[in-house]
């Protein structure tokens, strides 16, 4: 197996492991306050008592699944976003990712970050139509807690399923942009490749400073 498949296959453990444990976290933070909420909902609020177990059940396991789901693909796209930059100190890394946000432009920038937490958005149009329904449902007389709760479901998950497909939409008809890495100088001077298209010095150390780049490669352009 060559250098680079062994590179490659280290970070894909690595990102996946990171992942992992962020959808776990995330799980059991919905867990604790599922727990909080289940615990004073038996013992102050009548609405929460009326509601049958099956409905309970259905709460808590959409809210720690949404919990998992959203905190893993935030851990990826923060893991993407690092390993692309991670050649650059954090004031560079800023200024990267400004000056990349300046020449997508205002609508360019917002179907990135769209297509980029894609989830989020999901989540939060489903969020925000359940409350805007159980608002409604509310209001209405002669209807039982669940039924309101039933209700309103019905209406978020029509609108997160119209959500969904204008976000499949809007990743069908643009154009997928690979991600490049960002390098320094300094970097692409430490990172050369010889023919076979191996780095000369291999990349296992953590992001440098400028000065400390700028060190490694005069030494190394010596030897």
């Given amino acids: 197996m060559s250098i680079n498949h062994t590179e490659e296959a280290g970070s894909a453990e690595e990102k996946n492991q990171l992942i992992l444990t962020a959808a776990v976290k995330g799980a059991g933070l919905a867990v604790v306050t599922a727990g909080l909420v289940a615990f004073t909902g038996a013992r102050y609020s009548h609405a929460y008592q009326t509601l049958t177990r099956p409905m309970k059940t259905f709460l808590l396991g959409t809210g720690v699944a949404a919990s998992s789901i959203l905190f893993a693909d935030h851990a990826r796209v923060h893991y993407e976003d690092r390993l692309l930059l991670r050649h650059l100190d954090q004031e560079a890394a800023d200024k990267a990712r400004a000056e990349i946000r300046a020449q997508r432009g205002v609508l360019a920038e917002l179907n990135y970050q769209i297509r980029e937490n894609r989830n989020m958005v999901v989540a939060v149009s489903w969020l925000s139509c359940m409350g805007g329904s159980l608002l409604y ?7 039982t807690t669940t039924q309101r709760i039933v209700t309103a479901r019905m209406y978020a998950q029509g609108f997160t399923i119209l959500t969904m497909m204008a976000v499949a939409a809007l990743e069908l008809t643009e154009t997928p942009v690979p991600k490049k ?35 490694v490669a005069a030494s190394s352009s010596s030897a």
């Fill in 137 to 143: 449902t509310f209001s209405k007389k002669g209807l």
């Fill in 181 to 215: 890495e960002i390098l320094t100088d300094e970097w692409k001077a430490i990172l050369a490749k010889d023919r076979q298209g191996n780095y000369i010095v291999k990349d296992n150390a953590p992001p440098l400073d400028a000065k400390a780049a700028h060190d």
